[in-house]
């Protein structure tokens, strides 16, 4: 879900905050996230998350967010901020993104910055979420990469940049974001042949690289 849409010259396009937050599923348990606290206790906190059993899902992860468990952290983060068994309190649902984020988690890192962007529980920052975004996008998450092309494009935290908005809008849409390949090619309409040749081999290397040296 796009939150509201922004214009450049009337052909750019883009989302403030590309599908809104990022859940925690079964999935996540497969990424070997898995490093303090038990498993078993784990998974039943993830199950009964996505069961909306929120009490149980609480019981489970706060004890293993307070040890440094990322997806707990994620899961508690999730519940304060959809208010899930909780009041919603936009301030404890950043604390503990940042938790899980400052450990190195792209889930949380993009949940951090869009809180960042959309001045939500923290002060409005761009510069702070231009750079959790950049961190979640070399990570491989794609609506990181479409919220920082977005940046580039508008100024947003950082110097208006339309190639470097192009390679990673190239790099989103490369990921499945369909929204990211119309942008790009509006991007393309402020880019002569020569940088639009350029940055779309600046993705390529980007991604045969794994985000080194992007």
């Known amino acids: 879900m796009k939150n509201f849409i922004l214009l450049i010259a009337l052909t750019l396009t883009t989302a403030c905050s590309q599908a809104g937050i990022n859940q925690i599923t079964t999935a996540d348990l497969d990424k070997g996230i898995i490093d303090k606290g038990s498993p078993a206790d784990l ?3 993830v ?5 909306r059993d ?9 004890p293993l967010a307070k040890q440094g468990n ?25 604390k503990w993104y940042k938790l899980a984020a400052e450990q190195g988690d792209a889930h949380a890192q993009y949940n951090l910055g869009v809180m960042y962007d959309e001045g ?3 002060p409005q920052n761009y510069n702070q979420s231009f750079n959790w ?7 491989g998450e794609v609506d990181a990469q479409y919220n920082l092309a977005r940046m580039f494009a508008l100024g947003l935290g950082t110097a ?9 809008f190239k790099i989103a849409g490369d990921g499945g974001d369909k929204d990211a390949d119309r942008n790009r090619r509006n991007a393309a309409r402020f880019m002569t042949a020569a940088q639009i040749i350029e940055s779309r081999e600046l993705a390529i290397q980007c991604l045969a690289n794994n985000y080194k040296g992007c």
Do not use: C, H, P
């Open 54 to 62: 929120y009490s149980t899902a609480l019981a489970e992860f706060y």
């Open 70 to 94: 990322t997806i707990a952290q994620n899961g508690i983060a999730n519940m304060y901020y959809y208010g899930e068994g909780i009041s919603q309190d936009y301030k404890q649902a950043a």
């Open 120 to 122: 939500l529980g923290v």
């Open 43 to 45: 998974d039943k906190g």
């Open 160 to 168: 208006q940049n339309f190639s470097n908005s192009y390679i990673w």
């Open 133 to 139: 975004f950049y961190l979640s996008a070399r990570q």
């Open 47 to 51: 199950k009964a998350y996505e069961n």
